[in-house]
């Protein structure tokens, strides 16, 4: 796939949008996505980029209450994870967003869990304000809140590129993230790596 991936100019109209890159699924935090550390580097790139072409960044954030409905002890399919305030729930230590970027918080009711970052949020009216008609979206994790976020930005009518190399799965069952990629791709959204990008608008 790599060779048929071309360079794509940023448009004026772009955005980056950075999914949940945050403590809690690192290595080492409580739902640890394996390998998601190394999205990191590659976003910042990405991110050198869009500020170079004065471009908009959005980060969304699983930001829970302590006793989200998807947690374990709640009858939920996880361990307590990214809860509100916490260290866990912070973005990675590493990752340069700019002071100016959008944070979008999700999943912030107890009894209301959201994988997208547009389930529950102003997202969309956000970035229609923006006059953003494209996402070039990256983050954690690619069979979960990266697939549905793509989605649902498909849905709405955004163009959307996916980062390859800025994406990590959980693959909870062996292949999960691969089905992920080939759903989104099949779904319309572009395949793309963050060296393909480059920061002189069209």
Same mark, same amino acid.
């Given at each position: ?8 100019? =940023? ?13 809690? $699924? ?5 739902? !640890? ?16 980029? $869009? ?7 959005? !980060? @969304? ?9 998807? %947690?374990?002890? /709640? ?13 866990? !729930?912070? $973005?990675?230590?590493?990752?340069? =967003? ?19 970052? %547009? ?5 969309? /009216? ?9 996402? %070039?979206?990256?983050?954690?994790? @690619?069979?979960?809140?990266? =697939?549905? @976020?793509?989605?649902?930005?498909? *849905? ?6 996916? =980062?390859?190399?800025?994406? *990590? ?10 089905? !992920?990629?080939?759903?989104?791709? /099949? ?7 963050? /060296?393909?990008?480059?920061?002189? @608008?069209?």
């Amino acid at each position: 796939m790599a060779g048929e991936l071309r360079p794509i100019p =940023l448009r004026a109209d772009d955005a980056l949008l950075i999914v949940d890159v945050q403590s809690d $699924f690192l290595p080492g935090g409580s739902l !640890a996505v394996p390998r998601g550390d190394e999205v990191v580097a590659v976003l910042n790139g990405c991110l050198q980029a $869009f500020r170079q072409a004065g471009l908009p960044v959005v !980060a @969304t954030r699983d930001w829970h209450p302590p006793d989200h409905c998807s %947690f374990r002890p /709640q009858g939920g399919p996880w361990p307590p994870h990214c809860v509100a305030g916490s260290a866990g !729930a912070g $973005f990675a230590p590493g990752l340069q =967003l700019p002071a100016q970027a959008l944070v979008i918080s999700k999943a912030t009711q107890p009894q209301s869990d959201a994988y997208s970052g %547009f389930e529950g949020t102003a997202l969309d /009216q956000r970035l229609r304000q923006a006059g953003v008609g494209r996402l %070039f979206v990256g983050g954690l994790a @690619t069979d979960y809140c990266v =697939l549905n @976020t793509v989605c649902d930005a498909l *849905r709405l009518g955004y163009q959307t590129v996916l =980062l390859l190399d800025a994406i *990590r799965a959980v693959d909870v069952h062996a292949g999960d993230g691969e089905r !992920a990629i080939a759903r989104m791709l /099949q779904l319309g959204a572009l395949a793309a790596s963050s /060296q393909h990008i480059w920061a002189g @608008t069209a």
